[in-house]
């Protein structure tokens, strides 16, 4: 059986994000086996899986890519949006906007450090859309 809900992520200031609590309050019950895929549907932010628990590891990985795609660099064409368009889709498309994560008992099977981030790469705080499939 498969199950599909869209919804709306709260808008986050620029960074990486923990959402899994924000994400599991949009579904539906989970069922006791399957798998959980989630879909953002822009080009500007992004879906990963990391650590959970120390906020140091969001903001190293915040200036991570900042340093390796950087803002205004003179061979960039699509910059109609401002300093943080172009550098955003390079971003997504190095982390990708999907993620698949196992179900077991009811439950995100994550491990014990690991949760779901939202990986905003503009500057312009914007509710994000999500496609979220559940399949047992």
């Known amino acids: 059986m498969v199950t599909q809900k869209e919804f709306s992520l709260e808008p986050h200031k620029r960074g990486f ?11 539906p019950s989970l069922p006791a086996a399957g798998l959980l895929h989630l879909f953002i549907k822009h080009t ?17 990985l915040e200036a ?10 003179e061979y960039y064409k699509h910059t109609l949006e401002g300093p943080d368009d ?8 190095i982390v990708g906007n999907s993620i698949t ?9 994550l491990g014990i450090w690991q949760g779901i981030y939202l990986c905003e790469f503009r500057y312009h705080p914007t509710e994000r859309h999500v496609v ?3 399949i047992e």
């Open 86 to 93: 172009m550098p955003s889709h390079a971003k997504t498309t």
């Open 44 to 60: 500007s932010a992004a879906f990963s899986i990391n650590e959970n628990a120390d906020p140091s590891v969001r903001k190293d």
């Open 17 to 27: 994000h923990l959402i899994t609590d924000e994400v599991l309050e949009k579904l």
């Open 101 to 109: 994560i196992p179900i077991t008992n009811h439950h995100l099977n």
């Open 132 to 134: 979220a499939t559940i």
């Open 64 to 73: 991570i890519f900042n340093h390796m795609v950087k803002e205004r660099e």
